[in-house]
Each structure stands twice: as structure tokens, then as C-alpha cells.
């Protein structure tokens, strides 16, 4: 075939000419909006780029086309990025991470300590291996990008809740069954501090507590309400504090699930009573797990503190809310503020200045309500919602107030099956 090009000048010129009645459909056969010009140079076609969107707005969709994945998948750009796979075959030894898993899932702190086990493995040599030993429900999803070889999963009815000798019992169990090297828990208030006490005064280990520079040969703890630093040997069981290592991130992990064979519970002497009703204000700011916080997109005082009753949320603000009176300066979220690690932190009419997202760094989802989609609280938050805040808290408490309602009454009905 003669690679000779062949113009069409009247296609050309049709193409050009964009009143023209066969206009778009010379241009549509045109791949990727390029056409040969008059002179021979290949031309971009600007009017091509993008599509109409269903609210009739042309959009430009600068990925080029990889938006396109089906609805709830992540797009083939992101598909593409696969970490690379670190795969340990029949390890020789294993570090041992008992995760806090708050509400099922990971926290920043178990992450961290997954970080610091493979530094551990690193140091250390051989065929090492980290195991994830979780209690009771997991939600997690992530198991494998947050660095876990091996997943031991104890789950049943004599874990749940607080349980901490059924679970002692169960530890010194995967102490006889695998080779442990080490045992890292998280010196935190979810129950890491407590079972790795327990766990060492079953094994008869001296554990290290707020460490939080660890090698294999030595171990730095804080001391005296941090005041100062204890160095001492690495024990074997670590109770760490967050920061202690780096979050795994540019691998991916087997996280393949193991077993324990035969655990035998005693009867508990503690008996797990569920959850008492706090005041969520009486939490203090840096521990609260779910947080309301308002700033100067609240108009209306009183529906913003009974919307954060409704809810069972901790009040938080931002300075200017403070600043104006509205909220006392304990409440006050930011750099000059509390710095806070809740699960979920609702933000209404917070713009999302850089001093409050100090604050909010550790925070796992953020929920902006304001009336600026534009504003950087919007760009943080994993759901925004766009509106007035008076009338979004309105409907909020409504919802609320119908979803309490109907699962009283479900649960009303599974009694009365029950009976
Ligand atoms: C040294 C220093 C330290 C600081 N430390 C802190 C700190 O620790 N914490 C802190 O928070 N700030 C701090 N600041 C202040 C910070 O810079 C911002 O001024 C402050 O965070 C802004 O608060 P805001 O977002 O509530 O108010 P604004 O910036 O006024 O934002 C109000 C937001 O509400 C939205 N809005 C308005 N009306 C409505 C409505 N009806 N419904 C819904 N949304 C609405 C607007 O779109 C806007 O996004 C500090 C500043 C300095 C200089």
C-alpha cells in the first residue's frame, strides 16, 4: 500500500466549518479529535474534546478516558498501580502483631506496628514472617497493602467483647504452637496495653511499654509521663507507641490466613456487661471516636449541640467559633487547638484552613457540610455534602431520630418472636 496521504479537502473542510449540516458527522469519524490540515500538519480538533454530561455540561475528561471503569471499581489507572508482591514461603520464624482493629478495621497505630515488625524482619535476616492476630469481628479489607505475610483470625463467641483471659488463653497457645520471635502490641487504651501485660506476666516476660524506638538490639521507651527516655535490651513482647515505624506502602502482602489448632477456654472470670452510655462531651477531645464540629457556617447554636446529642457525637470547633464565643476554647480542633484521631469527624461550615487541618490529620473519614464545594474541607473529606448547614443538620436528626425508631421497634418484634 502506498503510504502516499490522501487529503479530502472537502472533508477538511467540512470539518472546519462548524455550521456546516454533515459537520459532526465528518467529525466524529475523526479518531481522537485530530485532523490533517491544509498544510499536512496533524491538528487537534478542540471541540471534540470532552462529551456532554447527563446534566448537559460538556465535560473534559483529563484521565483520557480511564473514568471510564464501571461505577464503584477504581479506574484502570489506579487498577494498573500493583504494588510489588512480598511473598515469604514456609517462614522460619514469626513476629507476632496483635492488632487493636477498632471497629474492625486497621488503625493508624497497628499499621505502624506492621511497619515496624518487617524493620524488625529486616534487621534480624532469615525467612521471617508477620503474622496479624486479630480478635472478634474484622472488617478490614486491606490486610495485604498493610504489610501482613500471615493472618491468624481468632474469632468465636468467647472472644467477643472484652475478653481479655479467653484471649490470653488463646496467645500463649499460638506462643507453643508457632515459633514466635517477638510480640508487638499496640500501648494503647483499645486493649493492647492490657493483654500485652497479661500475656507477659503468663509467658514471665518483662515487657517493654511506650517504646518507641526499637531494633533488634535495643529498645527506647518514654518514661516518667514522657519526661525522659528508658534504653534497655529488646524484649520479647513490645508495647509501642504510634509513629514507632513507618506504615508499610510500597508493597503488597500475602496476608494469608493461618490456623490455631485447639484452644481450650476456662470459664471467665469477667464477664463482659456491653456498653455503658456516656456523655460523648465528657470523652476527652484526642480520644473521642466520633466528633461534630462546628465553625462559622453554623447559624444555629442550639440545633448544632441537639444534633450532636442526636447523633452521640463529641462537639468540636474551629477557632473562629471559638474565638466568637459560641464554643468554649477546650473544644477548639486545630494547630492551636486539640489534635484529634476520630473515626469519623463531621465538619459544618468548617473551611478547612490550614491550622484546623493540622488538627485533623489522623482522622480517618472526614464529612464536610457547606455551602462552598470548592472549599479545601470539601477536597479533604471522603463525603461532602453540599447545602445550607441548618437545614442539613435538620434532615440529619430526622434520619436519625426514624432510623432509632425503626430499630426499636425491629428489635421489639424479635423479642416478642423470641417469647
Ligand atoms: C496562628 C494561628 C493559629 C490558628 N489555629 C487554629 C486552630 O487551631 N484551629 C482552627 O480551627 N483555626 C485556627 N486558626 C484560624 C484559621 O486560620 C481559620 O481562620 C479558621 O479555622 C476558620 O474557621 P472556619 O472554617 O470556621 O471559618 P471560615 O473560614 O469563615 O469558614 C466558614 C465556612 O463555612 C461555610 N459556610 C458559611 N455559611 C454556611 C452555611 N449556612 N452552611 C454551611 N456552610 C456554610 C463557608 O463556605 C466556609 O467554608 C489559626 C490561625 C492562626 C493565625
Not at 39 to 63: A, Q
Not at 111 to 139: P, S, T, Y
Not at 205 to 221: K, L
Not at 263 to 269: I, N
Request: proline residues 4%.
Amino acid at each position: 500500500m502506498s503510504d502516499i496521504i490522501r487529503r479530502d479537502p472537502r472533508a477538511e473542510w467540512i470539518i472546519r466549518n462548524r455550521l456546516h449540516p454533515l459537520h459532526d458527522q465528518y467529525a466524529n469519524q475523526e479518531e481522537g479529535g485530530e485532523v490533517r490540515g491544509p498544510s499536512g500538519l496533524l491538528r487537534k480538533f478542540p471541540h471534540k474534546v470532552g462529551f456532554i454530561g447527563p446534566n448537559g455540561i460538556k465535560r473534559i475528561d483529563r484521565l483520557k478516558g480511564n473514568s471510564s471503569a464501571p461505577k464503584g471499581k477504581r479506574s484502570s489507572a489506579a487498577q494498573e498501580v500493583q504494588l510489588p508482591l512480598h511473598k515469604v514461603d514456609s517462614p522460619e520464624y514469626y513476629i507476632m502483631v496483635v492488632a487493636d482493629l477498632v471497629g474492625g478495621r486497621l488503625t493508624g497505630h497497628d499499621k505502624d506496628i506492621l511497619g515496624l515488625a518487617h524493620k524488625l524482619i529486616a534487621e534480624r535476616g532469615g525467612n521471617g514472617a508477620v503474622v496479624a492476630v486479630c480478635f472478634g469481628e474484622v472488617k478490614e479489607e486491606h490486610f495485604d497493602t498493610a504489610g501482613v505475610d500471615r493472618l491468624l483470625h481468632i474469632d468465636g463467641e468467647a472472644f467477643e467483647g472484652y475478653s481479655p483471659e479467653a484471649r490470653v488463653q488463646a496467645l500463649a497457645q499460638v506462643e507453643a504452637q508457632y515459633p514466635v520471635k517477638q510480640w508487638l502490641f499496640p500501648d494503647s487504651i483499645h486493649g493492647g496495653c492490657d493483654l500485652a501485660s497479661r500475656l507477659a506476666a503468663r509467658l514471665g516476660e518483662r515487657p517493654a511499654t511506650q517504646a518507641w524506638q526499637v531494633n533488634v538490639e535495643q529498645t527506647v521507651s518514654r518514661g516518667a509521663s514522657a519526661s525522659l527516655d528508658i534504653t534497655r535490651k529488646t524484649p520479647k513482647i513490645l508495647m509501642l507507641l504510634e509513629e514507632c515505624a513507618d506504615a508499610i506502602d510500597e508493597t503488597r502482602h500475602e496476608a494469608t490466613p493461618i490456623t490455631l489448632d485447639g484452644v481450650s477456654v476456662t470459664a471467665p472470670t469477667i464477664q463482659d456487661q456491653g456498653l455503658m452510655d456516656v456523655d460523648p462531651n465528657a470523652i476527652p477531645m484526642a480520644e473521642a471516636e466520633f466528633i461534630l464540629s462546628a465553625g462559622n457556617g453554623i447559624h444555629n447554636w442550639d440545633q448544632f449541640h441537639d444534633a450532636a446529642k442526636v447523633l452521640g457525637a463529641t462537639e468540636g470547633a474551629s477557632r473562629v467559633a471559638v474565638d466568637d464565643g459560641f464554643m468554649p476554647r477546650s473544644r477548639q480542633v486545630g494547630a492551636t487547638g486539640t489534635w484529634v484521631t476520630a473515626r469519623v469527624y463531621i465538619a459544618v461550615g468548617i473551611s478547612g484552613a490550614i491550622q484546623h487541618m493540622q488538627g485533623i490529620g489522623q482522622v480517618d473519614k472526614v464529612v464536610a457540610i457547606n455551602t462552598d464545594a470548592g472549599c479545601d474541607m470539601v477536597k479533604r473529606a471522603a463525603l461532602s455534602v453540599i447545602g445550607d448547614s441548618e437545614e442539613i443538620l435538620g434532615e440529619l436528626m430526622k434520619l436519625t431520630a426514624e432510623h432509632k425508631s425503626t430499630s426499636v421497634s425491629d428489635q421489639a418484634e424479635e423479642d416478642s418472636h423470641a417469647a
